[in-house]
């Protein structure tokens, strides 16, 4: 039997050419040396392919994935509009789902909870996502500007997605601390974390045994150095609240999935990790019935 799977942070190349969209190009390299560095067995320019809408597609089939989750964004030095992310998911609405963006500071705090609240209930978004380390400045997560955002979020009953990892400029705005005080005053709200706040994570794994609410991605950083720790966890207490996420382009999906299969997790916890924990977050099981 086939296993369902959601991949929680997918965007192809055609999005941006932070992904890879234009051979040639700074950003194309780095993608070539990103898919490098975290284990890329094999061509680093696989994700070539997904340059056309039905190239993305393609991969995704090919992967068998369920559904891929591409994820919007929404800094001083990058911007992925909601309107292209939920353009993308119309391509086909089946098996793709679309994560939205604000900036508070950036936008301002009125516009911003606008475009959320726009996000959702206009363009059939599923969640939105916040960088408070990759401001300029940069801040950490439970910095007050952002509880506007998170209030929002919690009223319409959609998850925060917040992203942060040793690609943050500022290292030290990739502390997990934070994520304390941001489940304390909204524990309705759904929280996750995208890259896993690796390589801090005992840090983070500490934070979600206390909080239930705080969801863990980390993504391509599940196949580094103390993933071991992810899932230990997940064969315990962790495993309603750890999610799989390939990365891709950075990462190859099938590849991941083989890696993340190949991690020792219980086959008790794999259909939550690929699956059912995912479809949660996101609502899509309500949406179903």
């Known amino acids: 039997m086939t296993r369902p799977i959601i991949d929680m942070r997918c965007r192809p190349a055609y999005l941006h050419d932070f992904f890879g969209k234009t051979p040639g190009t700074p950003d194309y ?10 284990g890329t067995r094999g061509d680093d320019q696989h994700f070539t392919r997904s340059a056309t809408p039905e190239g993305f597609l393609a991969e ?19 911007h992925l509009p909601n309107d292209d992310i939920a353009v993308i998911v119309a391509v086909d609405p089946t098996r793709l789902t679309g994560i939205g963006a604000v900036d508070p500071i950036v936008q301002g705090e009125a516009h911003a909870l ?5 996000a959702i209930r206009t363009l059939g978004l599923r969640g939105i996502d916040v960088e408070p380390g990759f401001g300029s ?20 009953d959609v998850p925060i997605f917040l992203m942060s990892g040793p690609t943050t400029p500022d290292p030290r705005y990739n502390d997990p601390s934070g994520i304390a005080a941001i489940a304390q005053a909204f524990p309705r709200l759904k929280i996750g974390v995208f890259h896993g706040y690796w390589p801090h994570v005992q840090a983070i794994l500490g934070l979600a045994f206390r909080w239930e609410n705080v969801h863990l991605i980390p993504d ?23 999610l799989f996420g390939s990365s891709y382009p950075f990462r190859p999906i099938g590849q ?14 794999l259909d939550r990790f690929f699956h059912d924990n995912a ?11």
């Open 60 to 78: 995704i089939t090919d992967a068998g994935l369920t559904r891929a989750v591409v994820v919007g964004r929404h800094t001083p030095n990058q």
């Open 220 to 242: 391509m950083y599940l196949f580094q150095s103390g993933s071991d720790a992810y899932v230990n966890a997940a064969n315990g207490w962790l495993g309603d609240q750890l």
């Open 114 to 118: 606008a475009e959320a609240e726009r």
């Open 29 to 38: 390299d780095v993608v070539r040396w990103l898919n490098r560095r975290v």
């Open 279 to 289: 479809a949660r977050l996101l609502g899509l099981d309500a949406a179903a019935s």
């Open 137 to 156: 400045p940069p801040r950490h997560p439970d910095d007050r500007a952002y509880f506007p955002v998170y209030e929002l979020a919690q009223s319409l």
């Open 256 to 269: 991941s999935i083989d890696d993340a299969l190949a991690l020792g997790l219980k086959n008790a916890v």
